[in-house]
C-alpha cells in the first residue's frame, strides 16, 4: 500500500534493541528509507552502531542535543550527503532522577529546565534544521505518553513535559502544515524500555496496562515502528498535528 522507497531519514534516540526508536528505525528501513542514526555519546556508542549497521545505515553520528556543534554537524553531513530529509524521528526524553522521583510540586528549577531542554525543546531544534531539507515536505516525529493527559502514578513530573511536548507538535504542525511538513507525536501505552526503566514501580503498571488494556497485549516496538514507517509516507500527507495513541486500547478504558 505504500512505500519509502528512495527517502531519507533520521533517527535519534536508539539506546539499545529495546528501544522505540530502534523499532522505528527498523520499520523504516523495511520500507525502502534510507537512514541516519544517532548515538548519545562514546559510552553509548558500542550499544547503538553495531545496530545501526546492522539496518546499514548512511550516516553514523553523536549527538548530544544540548550541544549545538553536534546538532549542526549532524544536520550539515545529511544536507552535503543526502541534499534532503524526508522524515525526523525524534525519540528522547530526560529529567534528573531525584526530580523523576519526587513529587510535580518539589521539582526543582533546575530539574525541570533541563528536562523541558531535552525532552521538548530539542524537538524544535531539530525541526528547525530539518525544516529547509524537506522543500518539498516531510515528516517529524516525537514520543509522547499518556501521563501527559492524565495522571500516570509514578509518572510526576514527565506528564506536565510531555504535555508540553504534544502542544509543541500542535503548534508546529499548524506552522508547518503549508509548507507540506507534518508533525506527529507517537503515544503508546507502558513499554518495557530502557527509558521506562527509570520510572518507580514501572513493572506494576506494565502489568496491569496488560490486564486493562481491551486487547489484553501491551505495545511493541515493531507496532509502534509499523505506525511510523505508515506516518512517513505520502499517503499519510494529509495526517497532521496528532497524538497517535499505540496500546491496544488502554488509553480508552477508565
Not at 45 to 72: C, W, Y
Not at 136 to 148: E, L, P
Not at 149 to 155: D, P, Q, T
Request: include cysteine.
Amino acid at each position: 500500500m505504500f512505500s519509502l522507497q528512495g527517502t531519507t531519514a533520521l533517527v535519534v534516540g536508539i539506546a539499545n534493541d529495546r528501544s522505540i526508536a530502534w523499532g522505528c528505525a527498523r520499520a523504516l528501513k523495511a520500507q525502502g528509507a534510507r537512514i541516519a542514526v544517532t548515538y548519545l555519546n562514546d559510552k553509548a556508542e558500542p550499544h547503538v552502531r553495531p545496530l545501526a549497521e546492522e539496518l546499514g545505515a548512511e550516516i553514523i553520528r553523536p549527538l548530544d542535543v544540548q550541544d549545538a556543534d553536534q546538532m549542526t554537524a549532524l544536520f550539515g553531513e545529511i544536507a552535503e550527503r543526502w541534499g534532503r530529509l524526508d522524515t525526523a524521528l525524534h525519540s528522547i526524553a530526560f529529567c534528573p532522577r531525584e526530580d523523576l522521583h519526587g513529587r510535580v510540586v518539589d521539582c526543582s528549577a533546575k530539574g525541570f529546565g533541563l528536562a523541558m531542554d531535552v525532552s521538548v525543546h530539542s524537538f524544535l531544534r531539530m525541526i528547525r534544521h530539518a525544516e529547509p531539507l524537506m522543500p518539498d515536505g516531510g515528516t517529524c516525529m516525537t514520543v509522547s505518553f499518556q501521563g501527559a493527559s492524565r495522571v500516570v502514578e509514578h509518572y510526576n513530573i514527565m506528564g506536565p513535559v510531555k504535555a508540553a511536548l504534544e502542544s509543541v507538535v500542535r503548534y508546529a504542525a499548524a506552522e508547518l502544515g503549508p509548507k507540506g511538513i507534518s508533525v506527529h507525536a507517537l503515544s503508546p501505552g507502558p513499554m518495557a524500555t530502557r527509558a521506562a526503566s527509570g520510572i518507580a514501580e514501572f513493572d506494576e503498571l506494565l502489568d496491569a496496562a496488560a490486564q486493562r488494556a481491551p486487547t489484553h497485549h501491551l505495545a511493541t516496538i515493531e507496532d509502534v515502528g509499523a505506525y511510523c514507517a505508515f506516518l512517513a509516507s505520502r499517503q499519510a500527507s494529509n495526517v497532521t498535528g496528532g497524538v497517535h495513541p499505540i496500546d491496544g486500547g488502554y488509553g480508552i478504558v477508565g
